[in-house]
């Protein structure tokens, strides 16, 4: 894993096996991993790949307004982790 924050009581993170696809996060709770995805966009956008933890959607509009709040810290993280970054949206 690399740098990771919390948000809502969820773990937002990324994985160093992740640096061939595009800017996206990973949301786990305890042992519940990958419970949903985010992907990034140039422009600033968070859209959501998927919810397989079944997260209520109030909470999941939560953590994307606060990704989407986010997003330059989080690119900055991913470039730290792997050199560079593109957008796959």
């Not at 709770?29 to 992907?39: E, S, T, Y």
């Given at each position: 894993m690399t740098e990771k924050f919390i948000i809502k009581g969820y773990e937002i993170s990324f994985n160093v096996h992740d640096g061939d696809h595009g800017v996206h996060v990973h949301v786990s709770?305890?042992?519940?991993?990958?419970?949903?995805?985010?992907?990034l966009g140039a422009d600033g956008d968070v859209v959501l790949a998927h919810n397989r933890g079944k997260i209520p959607p109030k909470i999941l509009k939560?953590?994307?307004?606060?990704?989407?709040?986010?997003?330059?810290?989080?690119?900055?993280?991913?470039?730290?982790?792997?050199?560079?970054?593109?957008f796959d949206r």
């Open positions: 709770q305890g042992r519940d991993r990958d419970m949903a995805k985010f992907v939560k953590i994307r307004n606060d990704l989407a709040r986010r997003h330059a810290f989080i690119v900055s993280a991913w470039d730290r982790t792997f050199g560079d970054h593109h």
